[in-house]
């Protein structure tokens, strides 16, 4: 089954909001969440975050080329129960490699690859490793479904798609007529 992951925005206006979306994420199915670390400190954010959640992967993609501090991802690890992963670039690989935040990791566990259609996606189909696609949000209930099943296809362990209104509704009701939210809701 095809995974989802949603990369944040990194930076917050309201703590509160931002963490209550963070959790209904993490409630709605979502594997992993991601941020930048363009905004604000990402270790104090993802610490926070691994604060309101129990089994969300949360990731911080690297923008630079600094890397990240050994010191706090120890401490990362132990409140995420290790569920922390960086993502950077690597000279001699294509897209982003993934790498567990612990001690001692230095072996890729996957790619995140930026890509325009599933048919971009190059999987090889011996490898061991998590291939996530970064895709734009689908139009539609349909369009999302369809998109899901390319990149299924395609041999991806997930997409990874950005914050917006519709991500959270799209995760929580993936089928085009399937809106028993609304009833529940309304009575």
């Known amino acids: ?41 990402p270790w104090v954010l993802l610490g926070a975050m691994a604060a ?14 600094l890397g990240p501090p050994p010191d706090p991802l120890a401490t990362l690890q132990k409140l995420s129960r290790g569920r922390t992963m960086v993502a950077m670039s690597q000279p001699g690989h294509e897209g982003r490699r993934i790498f567990n935040a612990g001690p001692n990791n230095e072996a890729a566990t996957g790619t995140i690859f930026e890509v325009q259609s599933a048919d971009q996606l190059d999987v090889a189909p011996d490898a061991h490793i998590e291939v996530w696609a970064a895709i734009e949000v689908p139009s539609d209930r349909a369009a999302w479904a369809e998109t899901l099943s390319a990149y299924e296809a395609a041999g991806a362990t997930g997409v990874i798609l950005p914050w917006n209104e519709r991500v959270l509704d799209l995760l929580r009701n993936p089928e085009p007529d399937d809106r028993t939210d609304l009833l529940i809701s309304t009575g």
Do not use: K
């Not at 309101?52 to 080329?65: K, N, P």
């Open 1 to 41: 089954m095809l995974q989802v992951a949603v990369r944040l925005p990194a930076t917050i206006n309201e703590v509160g909001e931002y963490l209550a979306d963070v959790t209904a994420f993490e409630a709605a199915g979502a594997a992993a969440l991601w941020i930048d670390d363009t905004g604000l400190d």
């Open 52 to 65: 309101v959640t129990h089994r969300v992967r949360l990731g911080c993609i690297l923008e630079s080329d």
